[in-house]
């Protein structure tokens, strides 16, 4: 009877143990996971699986993006950049697909004649953490009947950055001097990270691609970051290759901040900011330099083919030799007798 009580003892000590480790180590995985997640914006609400384009030469006189998260307990800050610097109205509308935000752009040449920075910003305090989470739309407002009398005015061209703004990115160079987007594969993009206006040193900075490819980088000392856009598109066969597809990425950035302070009644003792701006870019020449130089070759070969052919059916081609028989008159036989 002893030996039977040791083992039941010894027995349930271990199931004590398991339920201990288990809650160790087991539960903290199951529990709910209540920091929340950087967000972006969308040409496309949170419910919809369709990617949509937007194009830099077709202008429009309303301009609207959802947002990515569905969460609907947010406190959004909208804010409008024009391309001339001018801070403008946002509007913000809580649908049932998700969060909309729209703004408007005038159909002709004006002050928004140019690259608009588009913002929402949302904070708030979890598990004593704040979290300030910045979203970052960049758009041309550009149509080719207005001219191109701003090609040599750098500033419409360019992605501003805002003193308002906790956390941004702000790229550069993204297209030519009559709104052509520049940014192909294989091109390195450089961008930088701001916090109010002041360049961020050692923020993390990812590039999420279309297709998942992530990479990883530290700013500098004046908020910078160096990379390669890789080649994204592929299809197996070429004749379905567009020269004109727009692959696309997502660049994320986040920066944490030992500091104390209260926000809104609730106190917290860090903050963590993260910040997104979604881009795209096109093929480069040398992805499809193959194939056009396969299609200029075989058109040649195909135009001499033809030139062979048709001169060798010139050459064995005999000329052509006119006769004229010309019938002579019978003579009458009543004639001939008399």
């Known amino acids: 009877m002893k030996k039977k009580q040791k083992k039941r003892i010894i027995a349930h000590g271990y199931s004590r143990g398991l339920i201990i480790i288990s809650v160790i180590f087991i539960a903290p995985v199951f529990a709910e996971n209540r920091e929340p997640k950087s967000f972006h914006f969308s040409l496309t609400s949170p419910a919809e699986k369709k990617q949509k384009h937007e194009s830099e030469h077709a202008a429009k006189p309303v301009r609207k993006y959802w947002l990515s998260t569905a969460e609907k307990d947010l406190n959004l800050e909208g804010y409008l950049l024009n391309p001339l610097g001018e801070e403008k109205e946002l509007k913000i509308e809580k649908k049932e697909e998700g969060w909309l935000v729209s703004f408007n752009t005038p159909f002709k040449d004006s002050e928004d004649h140019g690259a608009n920075n588009v913002y929402v910003v949302d904070k708030k305090v979890v598990d004593k953490t704040l979290y300030i989470r910045t979203a970052k739309w960049i758009t041309v407002n550009h149509s080719c009947g207005w001219g191109h ?79 390669q856009m890789i080649r994204d598109y592929y299809e197996r066969n070429w004749e379905r290759f567009h020269t004109s597809h727009r692959s696309r990425m997502i660049v994320e950035a986040e920066y944490e901040i030992n500091e104390s302070g209260n926000y809104e009644g609730e106190l917290y003792n860090k903050i963590i900011m993260s910040t997104s701006m979604p881009w795209k870019y096109s093929p480069a020449l040398e992805d499809y330099a193959s194939y056009k130089s396969g299609l200029t070759v075989g058109g040649i070969f195909f135009i001499l083919t033809l030139g062979g052919v048709l001169l060798y059916r010139e050459r064995r081609r005999k000329p052509f030799l006119e006769l004229d028989f010309e019938k002579k008159p019978r003579k009458n036989k009543k004639n001939k007798n008399e």
């Open 149 to 227: 009398g701003h090609k040599h005015d750098k500033i419409r061209h360019s992605a501003l950055s805002f003193e308002k703004i906790p956390f941004e990115i702000v790229p550069q160079v993204l297209w030519d001097d009559k709104f052509h987007i520049r940014t192909k594969t294989g091109d390195n993009l450089k961008v930088f990270v701001y916090s109010y206006g002041k360049p961020v040193e050692n923020a993390k900075v990812t590039v999420v691609s279309e297709k998942d490819w992530q990479k990883t980088m530290i700013t500098d000392e004046n908020g910078g970051i160096e990379f």
